[in-house]
């Protein structure tokens, strides 16, 4: 079993839709969560991150963690198609590395 | 400073020849990390610097796999005896001292083809 789990989808929705992405993990040790969006031949962008537990916005998105349930969700309100891109979730236990779920490809179709 | 840079964007080799790397951090950042993504598939750490330091390896590293990062700049990746199970994306990352897993900028990659 892998130590981060996310769907790989591929995702499609209508613009203007709300998209819900997840992931789950098993090592309790981890402590910041964060997500990363990629384009194609691109390298990962941070989008969002999160210490321990709790909820953050930053405009359109928002990523929630519950520790307890070992599942974090990035939401993305009022999706536009610049938005289709694979998003990553990621996570450390403090320490430099990062463990990296599968991804997760979206597309926003307009 | 435009970024992490990665040099050459795309390399195709043939099976059993040996192929190098460089990422270059931003200058501020003191930490360097090497992760490996094939497709479909999440990055994958293989190791990480701090200054000239190399910290940690990952089993991923096998010995065919050296890196280095001579007076803490720039660093190289060099794989030797190239197999087709390499082919893959090499990303480089780095990130200044005291953020945790989350002050990472990653570069464009190197794309490897093993043929």
């Known amino acids: 079993q892998k130590e981060v789990e996310q769907d790989p989808g591929p995702l499609s929705v209508p613009e203007g839709a709300i998209v819900s992405l997840n992931c789950t993990y098993s090592n309790s040790a981890f402590q910041y969560f964060m997500w990363y969006r990629q384009y194609s031949r691109k390298g990962p962008e941070l989008l969002m991150y999160?210490?321990?537990?709790g909820n953050k916005e930053d405009g359109r998105f928002t990523a929630q963690v519950d520790k307890s349930s070992k599942y974090i969700s990035l939401f993305i309100r009022d999706s536009q198609p610049s938005d289709s891109a694979t998003y990553l979730c990621a996570m450390s236990g403090g320490a430099q590395k990062l463990v990296f779920g599968q991804g997760t490809r979206l597309t926003i179709n307009p | 400073d435009t970024g992490v840079s990665q040099d050459p964007r795309h390399k195709i080799t043939k099976r059993g020849q040996n192929v190098t790397f460089r990422c270059d951090p931003i200058s501020e950042h003191n930490r360097l990390y090497w992760y490996r993504q094939t497709l479909g598939q999440g990055p994958e750490f293989l190791t990480y610097?701090?200054?000239?330091?190399?910290?940690?390896k990952s089993r991923l590293l096998s010995d065919r796999f050296s890196a280095e990062r001579p007076k803490g700049s720039f660093s190289t990746l060099e794989i030797q005896r190239t197999e087709q199970g390499d082919s893959a994306m090499y990303l480089c990352?780095?990130?200044?001292?005291?953020?945790?897993?989350?002050?990472?900028?990653f570069g464009s990659g190197t794309r490897l083809t093993v043929v």
């Open positions: 999160t210490y321990s537990s």
């Open positions: 610097f701090q200054n000239e330091a190399q910290l940690e």
């Open positions: 990352a780095s990130s200044p001292p005291g953020t945790g897993g989350y002050g990472y900028t």
